[in-house]
């Protein structure tokens, strides 16, 4: 058996704080005294229009509170997204990461991190409740969230039961920017063990670029034929990049 290798441009302006729909209209005057009108900030137009009129930042100062003495909470926000580039290379974080950004201690982190990872838990168990199969985009969603915007290679594999419900979701290899090394081997045994009648499994590209290489291809007839010896299905094979997803079922299988 072989196996192969396998800023946000945002201001403090007050039209920056606008619903969308308001955006580019002429804004009234939304200072008093020098301090924003309270119906204004985010928590109120939230509980007045819903969450999606929120910019980026604004959601990000809601979860912040407020900064750090000295430090305005909308300039953290920003500060955060410019370190990071978007709200979900912020999800694939980890401390050390926030670690060097002003106006924010071990506490708002800490918070940060675990307001990411329910969201991450939450995207499990939905899937866990579902046949994957009816749900596609979910499951490529929910692994551009775990994998798209990370800077090295990773294969993650999602064991399923006879009704394509999610078991088990791993991280099954780990290499670098450019190589990683896949064994089928231990994936079919991992299957085994889990008692799994179907797998998905996906890798991303760091590059952003979801053409599967020839490896990838090579590696997907040799994964298909290992699981089909012992009667597991392989769903599909996707390749994940920052905004684009590439299926090897879509594409009729290399």
Partial sequence: MNDYASMIDETSSPAAFLAPSARGKRPRSRLVGGKWLKQDMPRERLIDHGPGVLSDTEMIVLVLGSGLPGHDVFSVARALLERFGSLRAMLDATYSDFEGVRGIGPAKIAQLLAIMEMARRSLVARMRERSLMNSPEAVENFLRLQIGSLQQEVFMSLYLDARHRLIQCEKSA?????????????????????????????????????????????????????????????????????????????????
Wanted: hydrophobic share 45%; proline share 5%; net charge positive.
């Fill in 174 to 254: 780990q290499g670098t920017l450019t190589r990683m090394a896949v064994y089928p081997r231990e994936i079919a045994r991992r299957a085994l063990t889990l008692n799994a009648a179907s797998l998905i499994v996906a890798h991303n590209h760091p590059s952003g670029v979801v053409e599967p290489s020839a490896s990838d291809c090579r590696l997907t007839r040799t994964l298909r034929d290992t699981l089909a010896l012992i009667d597991v299905q392989l769903v599909d094979h996707l390749v994940i990049g920052t905004d684009k997803v590439y299926s090897f079922a879509r594409a009729g299988w290399p």
